[in-house]
C-alpha cells in the first residue's frame, strides 16, 4: 500500500530553521497538505497544495515540493510551534497521512 | 464560521458496532466532501471515508468491509458506522471538511475517543 514517509522526530532551536521532510512515490502527481496538532487538539491545516498557507497561519510557515518529496520549513521557530506535523496526499480516492513528525524547540 | 461537532458512545464492545455522528453548523452538508478520520493513542492519523455532497461515498480499502458513512440532509448531521470492532479501532475519531475532493482538509472537529472494551 502507498506510504508517505517523515522523520519520527525533529529538534530545533529557538529562532532557527525546522525542516520537515514527508517522501511518497506518487507526490510528483499529488499535491501535499501539512497539519499541525498540538497536544490534545485537533489538528489544523497549515500549507495545501504543496505551498499555499489558509488565512492566519504565520508567514514563518511555508511548504515546498520537489520531485517526490515535500517539505515544511518553519523559519525563525519559536517554542508555541513545539507539536507533532503530518504531511497528506492522495492515493486514488484515498487520504493517505504521514506517520508524523514531532518537532522539538528546545 | 463552519463548525463540527462528533458525538457518539465513547465505550464500545468488542465484536459490536461503532456508531458515531458529525453535526455540521456553518454549512451545508449538501456541499463539499465530508469524512471520518481516526487517531489511535499515540498514533498518527487514518482516514477512514467520506460522503460527499451527492450521497455517494468512498472508503479506505483497508476498512471498507466494515464502514458505512451516510448522511441526513434535515438534521446536517453525517454518521459513521463501523461493525465487528476490536480493540484496534479504539482511537480519537475527527470529522472534517473537504471542499474539493481529494484536496485538503480545513476544518476538523474537536474529536471524540471511543473505547473499545468489554
Known amino acids: 500500500s502507498y506510504e508517505l514517509t517523515q522523520p519520527p522526530s525533529v529538534s530545533v532551536s529557538p529562532g532557527q530553521t525546522a525542516s520537515i521532510l514527508c517522501s511518497g512515490d506518487?507526490?510528483?502527481?499529488?499535491?501535499a497538505s501539512w497539519y499541525q496538532q498540538k497536544p490534545g487538539q485537533s489538528p489544523v491545516l497549515i500549507i495545501y497544495q504543496n505551498t499555499k498557507r489558509p488565512s492566519g497561519i504565520p508567514e514563518r510557515f511555508s511548504g515546498s515540493k520537489s520531485g517526490r518529496t515535500a517539505t515544511l520549513t518553519i523559519s525563525v521557530t519559536q517554542t508555541m510551534d513545539e507539536a507533532d506535523y503530518y504531511c497528506?496526499?492522495?492515493?486514488?480516492?484515498?487520504?493517505?497521512f504521514g506517520g508524523g513528525t514531532k518537532l522539538t524547540v528546545l | 464560521q463552519v463548525q463540527l461537532q462528533e458525538s457518539g458512545p465513547g465505550l464500545v464492545k468488542p465484536s459490536e458496532t461503532l456508531s458515531l455522528t458529525c453535526t455540521v453548523s456553518g454549512d451545508s452538508i449538501n456541499r463539499y466532501y465530508w469524512s471520518w478520520i481516526r487517531q489511535p493513542p499515540g498514533k498518527a492519523l487514518e482516514w477512514i471515508g467520506f460522503i460527499y455532497y451527492s450521497g455517494n461515498t468512498y472508503y479506505n480499502p483497508s476498512l471498507k468491509s466494515r464502514v458505512t458513512i451516510s448522511k441526513d440532509t434535515s438534521k446536517n448531521q453525517f454518521s459513521l458506522k463501523l461493525k465487528s470492532v476490536t480493540a484496534a479501532d479504539t482511537a480519537i475519531y475527527y470529522c472534517?471538511?473537504?471542499?474539493?475532493?481529494?484536496?485538503?482538509?480545513?476544518?476538523w472537529g474537536q474529536g471524540t475517543l471511543v473505547t473499545v472494551s468489554s
Open positions: 472534517a471538511r473537504d471542499k474539493g475532493g481529494q484536496n485538503w482538509f480545513d476544518t
Open positions: 506518487k507526490l510528483g502527481e499529488k499535491y
Open positions: 497528506q496526499s492522495w492515493d486514488g480516492s484515498t487520504a493517505i
